[in-house]
């Protein structure tokens, strides 16, 4: 699956919504991702999973987003929690924080389907659109755990001088 084809594929039923990340998932999918999330908790959901079986690798932007749900879900006492994590995106996960906000269960879970499952990020998203959303993923990240500093304050001065932030 191209760069361009990554997809966060999304269902709601009731207060449970269930997120399918699919390929390489970068900036490009991540406002729409975060968009339909806030959304889905401002109707009522409690509950967010998210299976990662078909994510190839995600960038530091989507896992910056996936911290910004992540603390808004924990904000709202909703329950967060990925599923079909390999050891590569539970490692990214596990080392830049996002653990520290989402649950990951142990145990595989197969075909986690919903009749409905529609796509919640198509990767259409124009780059010059997204400049602040990577800053904003890039800050919370940096706030979630201290380790990140260094990692990522080169990007953010960077992005808040193009920005005028």
Not at 8 to 27: H, I, K, P, S, Y
Not at 49 to 56: A, K, M, P, R
Not at 78 to 96: G, P
Not at 104 to 113: D, K
């Amino acid at each position: 699956m191209a760069d361009s084809e990554a997809q966060v594929l999304a269902a709601q039923c009731e207060n449970v919504a269930v997120f399918r990340v699919l390929g390489r998932v970068t900036f490009k999918v991540s406002p729409e991702f975060r968009d339909y999330a806030v959304k889905a908790f401002d109707e009522g959901v409690r509950s967010m999973i998210l299976d990662l079986s078909g994510c190839v690798t995600m960038d530091s932007t989507f896992m910056g987003v996936l911290a910004m749900i992540g603390i808004e879900g924990r904000r709202r006492e909703a329950q967060l929690l990925v599923v079909n994590a390999d050891e590569s995106n539970r490692h990214l996960l596990d080392s830049i924080g996002v653990s520290r906000v989402w649950t990951f269960s142990e145990t595989a879970v197969p075909n986690v389907n919903m009749a409905t499952l529609c796509e919640a990020a198509k990767g259409a998203t124009a780059t010059d659109d997204v400049g602040a959303l990577v800053l904003e993923a890039h800050r919370t990240l940096m706030d979630l755990d201290e380790a990140n500093i260094p990692k990522f304050k080169n990007v953010v001065e960077l992005l808040s001088q193009e920005l005028g932030q």
